[in-house]
Antibody
Framework: QVQLQESGPGLVKPSQTLSLTCTVS??????????WSWIRQPPGKGLEWIGY???????YYNPSLKSRVTISVDTSKNQFSLKLSSVTAADTAVYYCARDEINGVSYWGQGTLVTVSS | EIVLTQSPATLSLSPGERATLSCRASQSVSSYLAWYQQKPGQAPRLLIY???NRATGIPARFSGSGSGTDFTLTISSLEPEDFAVYYCQQRSNWPTITFGQGTRLEIK
């Protein structure tokens, strides 16, 4: 059974960079069948796709966040990571890492709340 | 960008009733539409993919229909555990995807 677990600071100061890591267990991140994604959800609001990475390192980002987002992968650790720069209070959200197949997002992490505040 | 509009925003029904949730796309997404269920404090769960295919382990009371710009998620007879928020997601220009704003299904 594939499991994903987010980790990283729960509090980030405005203008700084948010950094999260997702550790995948029960399956290899190097499998060519999946894209590894980040999705966020502001408190009480809907879902927003942030971006994906393929195991080869190819990335796809939400155009609205593209200038501030970097997603990277470390296949040796079976992990992928998110960096979001120049954060503001609007970036406060639960951040999910997930495994995306061509049909849908089939596996999700439990989510981690990141609050942007001084 | 393809915009998905879900209606109604909130649906109040009783257990045993039939629920019909709508998702409309700003342009055709063919059949590349998925539905997710999210309960409080939990990650979303994939229910339906490619507009009408149930994901693994999803009960038969959940069904999806539609193509092009208009889609429907139907729950034939509501169980207590079905009261949650439901999101549609378009995948027609995958890997770029977008979600609808959600429909909250609440107990009447």
């Amino acid at each position: 059974q594939v499991q994903l677990q987010e980790s990283g600071p729960g509090l980030v100061k405005p203008s700084q960079t948010l950094s999260l890591t997702c550790t995948v267990s029960g399956g290899s991140i190097s499998s060519g069948d999946y894209y590894w994604s980040w999705i966020r959800q502001p408190p009480g609001k809907g879902l927003e796709w942030i971006g994906y990475i393929y195991y080869s390192g190819s990335t796809y980002y939400n155009p609205s966040l593209k200038s501030r987002v970097t997603i990277s992968v470390d296949t040796s650790k079976n992990q992928f990571s998110l960096k979001l720069s120049s954060v503001t209070a609007a970036d406060t959200a639960v951040y999910y890492c997930a495994r995306d197949e061509i049909n849908g997002v089939s596996y999700w992490g439990q989510g981690t709340l990141v609050t942007v505040s001084s | 960008e393809i915009v998905l509009t879900q209606s109604p925003a909130t649906l109040s029904l009783s257990p045993g009733e039939r629920a019909t949730l709508s998702c409309r796309a700003s342009q055709s997404v063919s059949s590349y539409l998925a539905w997710y269920q999210q309960k409080p404090g939990q990650a979303p769960r994939l229910l339906i993919y490619d507009a009408s295919n149930r994901a693994t382990g999803i009960p038969a009371r959940f069904s999806g229909s539609g193509s092009g710009t208009d889609f429907t998620l139907t729950i034939s007879s509501l169980e207590p555990e079905d009261f949650a928020v439901y999101y549609c997601q378009q995948r027609s220009n995958w890997p770029t995807i977008t979600f609808g704003q959600g429909t909250r299904l609440e107990i009447k």
